[in-house]
């Protein structure tokens, strides 16, 4: 009885929240200036896609690798990409636009397309002193926009967030990545980062991106043999093993907080088959979702 009580605590401390899918499904873009970033921006939860205008020095670091940024950078991010921004120098300033992907798939699916969005791409592109000045130029522009009544603002926006990427593909990606000491904790830690990010499942729509070792040493671009020795030296258990326990996590907490059919739950947790999700289920806990689902009331 008392394992069945700290269950039903734990599982009460992260429950299922349906109003979340509405604000989930609505688009959203906002601009700032960076210079408020004075201090390291760490591998923190980011639900939104990310282009970055850094004027200041610093360093990145991003897998087992980092940059040093020591002219004007443009950095793209999208939700999965957990990155470290390191200030060298005091003076930090720029600008940045955030927007979910709902924004842009609103008219097409250019943005989220591209190569600096996609697995394994490079993420920071050096523009030249007269794009510097117009990539400027359109972040003003869009922080006014922004903060006009102007009924189509959004689309205007777009189309400025469009400008933006074009300068980037019309420059040459930086190459200039080294490798980074103790890189199987920073790629560990990245890999258990990246996990966790793809939690809660909060809506039927919703689906795991990354499902295997493979789709996660893509993201992070490392190959899977070595991403799995890392993980494994660092926390002695292996990525395979890590992704099915936390998947096994979720599925209880479906289970016990919504009244999702077992097949959605197992669409939405990556599996083709319900079967396939009963089986897995069974061979972790030793009953049938179905059984949890009545078990634990």
């Not at 120098?89 to 943005?111: A, H, M, P, Y």
Request: charged letters at 25%; glycine letters at 4%; hydrophobic letters at 35%.
């Amino acid at each position: 009885m008392e394992k069945r009580e700290d269950l039903n605590e734990f599982y009460n401390r992260i429950k299922y929240k349906p109003d979340q899918e509405l604000v989930l499904s609505r688009p959203h873009i906002n601009v700032f200036e960076r210079s408020a970033c004075t201090g390291p921006l760490t591998y923190s939860r980011r639900d939104y896609y990310k282009i970055t205008l850094i004027l200041g020095e610093g360093r990145l670091d991003y897998a087992d690798k980092s940059i040093y940024i020591d002219r004007p950078a443009l950095l793209f991010s999208n939700p999965l990409i957990p990155y470290n921004w390191q200030n060298i120098s005091k003076e930090q300033t720029g600008w940045f636009c955030i927007f979910n992907e709902f924004f842009v798939k609103q008219r097409d699916e250019l943005l989220t397309d591209l190569p600096m969005f996609q697995l394994g791409h490079d993420k920071v592109y050096f523009p030249d002193e007269n794009a510097v000045k117009e990539i400027a130029d359109l972040y003003r522009k869009m922080m006014v926009e922004n903060e006009g009544s102007y009924i189509h603002k959004q689309d205007v926006l777009r189309n400025y967030l469009h400008l933006i990427v074009h300068y980037a593909l019309r420059m040459e990606p930086a190459k200039n990545y080294e490798q980074t000491q103790n890189a199987a904790t920073r790629i560990t830690s990245l890999f258990m980062e990246l996990l966790e990010r793809q939690f809660p499942i909060d809506s039927m729509q919703n689906q795991l991106k990354l499902k295997s070792a493979n789709d996660y040493a893509c993201q992070l671009s490392v190959h899977t043999n070595h991403l799995n020795r890392a993980v494994k030296e660092v926390t002695g258990k292996t990525t395979t093993e890590h992704i099915a326990g936390r998947i096994i996590i979720e599925a209880s907490e479906l289970l016990v907080h919504t009244d999702w059919p077992v097949a959605e739950i197992a669409y939405c947790l990556g599996f083709e088959y319900a079967a396939y999700f009963n089986n897995f289920f069974k061979k972790a806990t030793g009953i049938t979702p179905k059984e949890a689902r009545l078990q634990i009331v």
